[in-house]
C-alpha cells in the first residue's frame, strides 16, 4: 500500500488545516488508518487512529476535541481535520496504514506516507 499526504503548510495558532492521505495499492475500505507526529527534536507520537469498521475512532489526549480523523473510502483518501492549532502541534505528520489497530497505535506499521509538515506560529 501506498500513502501520499498534502496539506500541510503554516498557520496560526488558533487556525485550522486539513490534512489528506491518498492510498493506492489497497481497497481504503480493509484498512485501518492513523496519523501520528513527529515535533522538531522529539520522538514520533501517536495522534488518531480511524479502525477500518469506520465507526471507531481513537486520538491522543492532546489533541482530543480538536483534531477529527475521517475517511472517505470512495475517494480512497483519509483525512487530518485539525482546529484550534496551538504552536505544540507543530511537527511533521505521517499517514499510516494497517490490518490491525493495536499494530498501528504502537507504530509498528510497515506503511507510512513521506509525511507533511505542519507549522503553527504563535
Known amino acids: 500500500v501506498q500513502l501520499v499526504e498534502s496539506g500541510g503548510g503554516l498557520v496560526q495558532a488558533g487556525g485550522s488545516l486539513r490534512l489528506s492521505c491518498v492510498v493506492s495499492?489497497?481497497?481504503?475500505?480493509?484498512?485501518?488508518m492513523g496519523w501520528f507526529r513527529q515535533p522538531p527534536g522529539k520522538e514520533r507520537e501517536f495522534v488518531a487512529a480511524?479502525?477500518?469498521?469506520?465507526?471507531?475512532?481513537y486520538y491522543a489526549a492532546s489533541v482530543k476535541g480538536r483534531f477529527t480523523i475521517y475517511r472517505d473510502n470512495a475517494k480512497n483518501s483519509v483525512y487530518l481535520q485539525m482546529n484550534s492549532l496551538k504552536p505544540e502541534d507543530t511537527a511533521t505528520y505521517y499517514c499510516?496504514?494497517?490490518?490491525?489497530?493495536?499494530?498501528?497505535?504502537?507504530?509498528?506499521?510497515?506503511?507510512w506516507g513521506q509525511g507533511t509538515h505542519v507549522t503553527v506560529s504563535s
Open positions: 499510516v496504514a494497517d490490518d490491525d489497530v493495536e499494530r498501528l497505535y504502537f507504530g509498528r506499521s510497515d506503511a
Open positions: 480511524n479502525h477500518w469498521k469506520g465507526y471507531e475512532k
Open positions: 495499492g489497497r481497497i481504503l475500505s480493509s484498512l485501518t
